[in-house]
């Protein structure tokens, strides 16, 4: 069971790594994560549960084991992870838990855990110490068995995406498609429609089979559907979302895939104008042209190691108005400083209604670099690898904020390793394609081979 305590979550193939045993135990445990200010302002945890067939048997086991240590909560039931923060929030909870594996295949579950205010629970937040208190069967049951209240949280969530909406009319009526891959994306059909675009959905019903392709929009692979039918229905921009619904990634339309780095610079400069002056995060992996740009919107450019526990405190820290992963989280002040990936879709549509411009046309001047994805490497000694790539580059601008980062005026890579798979992961980004496939040729003399998916 070690092994599905991951850096941001707990996780695991079902039946195999965890069950319900686990989950009523991950219950009992979440009372070691809330401090005595979480407990002031409440009692109550929220539950809720993604589409997958074992989720709605572990989401009553963590409740059994939850109201066992003397904790209510609020069953939330089916909603989206982004719903389940937005619930936390909202509802003044303690902490909140979602039962999901994410973009994960369907024999995968979990749990992401989160605090009062929607504050993260990760590895180095608390997981580490469910881990501890299971282990060590430090899982004390109350005198006094918690209540379990049901509440519905779709109205709310939908006043308060739509309340962020600047505009339905302007510039006409825009067609957008929509992947929600058959994932809890399925949910926001309704607050899709009540935006004033004519949608096409594409895979909105929920399967957590997975039927039609891998949940996850960071693989190109799985954009092809949303690209072709961008193409056919002749629609101004595609979104796919993840499995649980907290990332999403866009694309052009002509069905160009747009980095989400590139994404989290065009919602901030959308954010700037109605903030001027405030913070913007983003995670080290992302191009130089966003920084430039919030630059020259106006707004303060904030870096930060990849993972959401470091973005949403970093954001909380400086009262930044966003920030963005590279991964395809988006987070906002105005939402619990929480990531949401229709919020991230309101805001686009924002953009493109008040300038009358295609999304392709407001991409370009930010493609400004040729940039590598994030490529993954199988190393035995991470960290002599990645001691190895300082030695070469002694000298140069460099620092350990996460993994090795290494600048210089035409080019940067950062070499970092996975929290989560054997992996070393390296980004480049250069002045022109000649140029990066040179410095990726040379990293790679140090890497070896990219590992095959």
Do not use: C
């Not at 039918?229 to 796919?240: K, P, Q, W, Y």
């Not at 480049?428 to 081979?449: N, S």
């Amino acid at each position: 069971m070690a092994g599905i305590f991951k850096a941001y979550d707990i996780r695991g193939v079902y039946g195999a790594d965890l069950d319900e045993t686990t989950a009523r135990q991950v219950g009992l445990a979440f009372q070691h994560v809330l401090d005595d200010d979480d407990l002031a302002k409440s009692n109550a945890v929220v539950v809720g549960r993604d589409m997958r067939s074992h989720s709605a048997g572990l989401a009553e086991a963590l409740i059994d084991g939850l109201t066992a240590a003397g904790l209510d909560v609020l069953d939330v039931g089916l909603v989206t992870t982004p719903m389940n923060y937005f619930a936390v929030g909202h509802l003044g909870a303690a902490g909140g838990i979602q039962v999901t594996a994410s973009h994960n295949p369907a024999k995968y579950n979990g749990f992401k855990l989160s605090r009062h205010g929607a504050r993260p629970v990760s590895g180095d937040h608390g997981i580490a110490l469910v881990e501890e208190k299971i282990a060590a069967g430090d899982l004390p049951e109350a005198d006094a068995r918690g209540e379990v209240t049901s509440v519905d949280v779709n109205d709310d969530y939908q006043s308060h995406v739509l309340g962020h909406l600047r505009s339905t009319n302007g510039g006409g009526r825009l067609r957008l498609v929509a992947d929600a891959a058959n994932g809890m994306g399925t949910l926001y059909r309704p607050l899709l429609e009540a935006m004033g675009i004519d949608l096409v959905p594409l895979y909105f019903e929920l399967d957590g089979s997975f039927p039609n392709h891998e949940a996850n929009p960071l693989k190109e692979e799985n954009l092809e559907d949303l690209q072709e039918a961008v193409e056919r229905h002749g629609a101004d921009l595609g979104v796919s979302f993840d499995g649980d619904a907290d990332r999403s990634a866009f694309v052009d339309e002509t069905g160009r895939s747009i980095g989400s780095d590139l994404t989290t610079a065009l919602i901030a400069g959308e954010l700037l104008e109605r903030h001027p002056g405030a913070a913007v995060v983003y995670d080290l992996r992302s191009s130089r042209a966003l920084a430039e740009y919030v630059r020259e919107k106006g707004g303060v450019p904030i870096r930060e190691r990849v993972g959401h526990s470091f973005m949403k405190a970093t954001l909380r820290e400086h009262e930044g108005v966003f920030g963005g992963e590279l991964a395809g989280h988006y987070y906002f002040r105005d939402n619990f400083y929480a990531d949401s990936s229709i919020l991230a879709v309101v805001e686009i549509l924002n953009l493109m209604r008040k300038t009358h411009k295609p999304l392709s046309e407001l991409v370009e001047p930010l493609r400004r670099y040729a940039k590598s994805p994030e490529i993954n490497f199988e190393v035995e000694d991470k960290q002599g690898k990645m001691d190895e790539l300082a030695r070469r580059h002694e000298g140069a601008d460099a620092d350990w904020v996460d993994g090795i980062s290494v600048r210089y005026p035409t080019w940067w890579f950062n070499v970092r390793p996975s929290n989560t798979e054997p992996y070393l992961r390296l980004v480049v980004e250069a002045k022109d394609e000649e140029e990066l496939e040179r410095r990726l040729g040379d990293l790679m003399e140090v890497l070896g081979e990219p590992a095959a998916d």
